[in-house]
């Protein structure tokens, strides 16, 4: 093999997936067809489940001074991200371009290799490695990869030659954006309505705001780029303010077009982010759940490579992350309707803003909004925890993972840096300890008790949890044969065979 790991697209998701894969010691080539980073905005933000993965790959600092906000909506209705548990918030004013700086960054940092300016334009599975095409500035190439990993939007050029299948709606709207500078824009963060259409306006920093604009019955079937004229004639036409004399800073267009692949691999092909799903930005998932696909997938595919991957490992990336693709649809599409829709939607609107009232409906929103309700079917048990994502709880640590005695404080978050298994003993247990010891390649061991709890406490009822490198619980203990069982599922055969 040429490289063991090719990733077509070097957006969010690739990035996040290339570093995931250096943490797995993997050789990785990332190829993009833009000579340079884009400079557009498109996300403006994480939700809380990104903060999460972001902050257990020690990420979130480079991000500087991120501030964050309890306050959201669903379909244009409010939402009260009241951090009851320290973890419902989420943060705005990070724009995408800088998002894949700071990833592009770290991927650097580790080793990545991206060629920009290198499009991929053929690929071959036969069924022990993929041959790939690639066109650059010095004419085609090919080589030979173990895996390729399609990142490359919702146009994925690896989809369609691959044969994904990619059903789903077509575009019943088109909405219009563009992030301007030199107007006084008034916000109107839950959108103005009009007999004609709908318009959106957010500050973005000083003198910028994004613009958006939606007129009714303009369906969408664009060949052409977006001009900002376009832009600022349609918010004239539903606003009567001039905006022409603004200086844009770029002007793009999208659609309520929801697709979703029927399977995330296909062979040794796999997709993430938006080429395996297309739908409305509604609520800005897109991005998050992007980044998402590709922690998931990352420390797989990076076992499978390694050679120590369980049987159906690489499988359950499907299986766990195409329900997620099916509620992002259903949510997004859902929004669409409340926040794009005309008059008829409005007794809707009326009934959804008396329920969101409720905190229980308003709690239900939140997660699906913030990913934060994700569990996957990880085995059995009983244990609430189990399947879900570990909280960031501090943990004041009696052993360190070499067994070393040093005692101090850490937190689940840097525990999961290294991208590794971790087994949380929370009763000192030695045989656990022992149970573990054959898996010290792949799955770090610390003795430790938690400190300063939230409310909901996830290691209630439990003396030990075993955390897969994503940070989602597979196991809790106490129970060293179960743990063995856990072991075996998910980080493979031990050193010694047993």
Known sequence: MDVSVVVAGAGPAGLMLAGELRLAGVEVLVL????????????????????????????????????????????????????????????????????????????????????????????????????????????????????????????????????????????????????????????????????????????????????????YGVPGRRTEPVSFDEVAAAWLRLTGEDISHGTPRWASSFTDAARLVTAYRRGRVLLAGDAAHVHLPAGGQGMNVSIQDSVNLGWKLGAVVNGWAPEGLLDSYHSERFPVGQQLLTQTRAQGLLFFGGREMQPLRDVMTDLIRFDDVNRHLIGKASGLDIRYDVGP?????????????????????????????????????????????????????????????????VTAAPHDLPPYDPFAGTAAVLLRPDGHVVWTGPGAGELTTALNGWFGTPRNGS
């Open 381 to 445: 048990g009983d244990h609430p925890a189990l399947g879900l994502r570990m909280p960031d709880i501090e943990l004041i640590t009696t052993r360190d993972t070499t067994g070393a005695g040093r005692p101090g404080k850490t937190t689940v978050a840097q525990l999961l840096h290294g991208a590794r298994g971790v087994l949380i003993d929370l009763a000192d247990d030695a045989a656990l300890r022992r149970t573990a010891a054959g898996w010290s390649d792949r799955v770090d061991v």
């Open 32 to 215: 993009d067809r833009l000579a340079e980073p884009t400079a557009e905005s498109r996300g403006m933000g994480f939700t809380a489940r990104t903060m999460e993965v972001l902050r257990q790959r020690g990420l979130m600092h480079r991000f500087g001074g991120v501030t964050t906000s309890i306050a959201g909506h669903f379909g244009s209705l409010p939402l009260d991200f009241t951090p009851d548990d320290g973890i419902h918030a989420s943060v705005s004013g990070v724009p995408q371009n800088y998002t894949e700086s700071v990833l592009g960054a770290w991927a650097a940092d580790l080793g990545v290799t991206v060629r920009r300016g290198h499009e991929l334009i053929g690929l071959t599975d036969d069924g022990d490695g993929v041959e790939v095409e690639i066109r650059g500035p010095g004419g085609t190439e090919r080589l030979r990869t173990s895996y390729l990993v399609g990142c490359d939007g919702g146009r994925s050029t690896v989809r369609r030659l691959a044969g994904f299948d990619f059903p789903g709606t077509d575009a019943t709207v088109e909405l219009l954006l563009a992030d301007v500078s030199g107007c006084d824009i008034r916000p109107r963060f839950t959108g103005d309505r009009t007999e004609a259409g709908i318009v959106l306006s957010a500050p973005l920093g000083p003198d910028v705001s994004r613009v958006v604009v939606c007129e």
